[in-house]
């Protein structure tokens, strides 16, 4: 008998190496074929030579003109029904819109949507997000559950935000928490040497916080709170708030923060690291470096948002602060920073929490639940 056919569509193929990976990998080992269809890129080299087959596509993410998007919608349409896959897994809002519109003309079998957050059209006020917004909703309302489908959120406010909207239809929706964290190679290491090093690890986007990061950096310095910031991760071409170059090494003359750019050995980063941060100010899925942060034993400072809120246990694994508020942000590492014991403490119900949740073994186990659960439908 052949095997079943597993389609992923996603953006671009570094994210899905970051966050759909193991997932694939877990799907081949029980005996799917899996292929990916994304913007292709360097990562796609490593994920061909795991066996998954790639197809580049030319996705772009700030594309709005409809009609160049009907056409992509077609052509995709037509490459699923040639690659006829028994069930496909749509990742993020844009893919779920297209994909969603191809799979019905193609007459797909099963499909799994996976939002990975609600970003920039449901949490920002900028103009442009505000006259998007009931076009996206619209569409959703078409794509994002029909009958053959499952819908899987990172964190239960997401859910139920889309469930009040009346897109997600009853026994539809699935929490799925996050990416999944290898805890083998996130682990907690002992404390290194003072002087405290507190790091933010994300795309270089505004929407990350990154500049309320620096700002409670001057706070802090301000105070004379002796604290070294540290900024990894490279700005997003892709995204239209992507900090520039020139921003991130002005603050690096300033002293205030440290940029290192995109960097793999985010694992050893966090072991010389004492605090982590995640200050995002739009709605996150579950912020894969807040995962490895809490496997790594790091107490994490977020903001309270969908998402972050749902990786921080306010006061045990870390601390939750308002979005958009440097001084909040501020007090919160200020606290850390000081007291070693603190930080020693959450970092360990951190790590408790992340073997228990978060970890891998749970996130694969649970998605390939819910394939099996589809594709004899």
Sequence with gaps: ?????????????????????????????????????????EASVGIRAAGIEVIPVAFDRRRTNPFPELLFTLKLAALYRSLRPDLVHHVALKPILIGGLAARLAGVKAIVNAPVGLGFVFSSDRVLAKILKPFVSLLLRFTLSPKNARVVFENPDDLEELRRRGMVRSGAGVLIRG?????????????????VRVILIARMIR???????????????????????????????????ALTEAELRGWEQEGLAQWLGPRKDIAALLRGAHIACQPSSYREGLPKSALEAMASGKPLVATDIPGCREAVIDGETGFLVPPREPLALADALQKLIEAPELRACMGKAGRLRAEQHFADAIIC?????????????
């Design 1 to 41: 008998m052949a095997p079943k056919t597993l389609v992923f569509l996603v953006t671009e193929d570094w994210f899905f190496a970051s966050h759909f990976f193991k997932r694939a990998l877990a799907a081949k080992a029980a005996g799917w074929r899996v292929i990916l269809v994304a913007k292709s890129g």
């Design 179 to 195: 990416a999944g964290v290898d805890i083998d190679e996130f682990a907690p290491a002992p404390e290194p040497p003072l002087p």
């Design 207 to 241: 929407e990350k916080g990154v500049a309320d990061f620096v700002e409670a950096a001057r706070i802090l310095r301000r105070r004379n709170i002796g604290a070294q910031f540290l900024l990894v991760g490279a700005p997003d071409r892709g995204n239209a708030n």
């Design 365 to 377: 186990h649970q998605t390939l639940l819910v394939y099996e659960a589809l594709k004899d439908r």
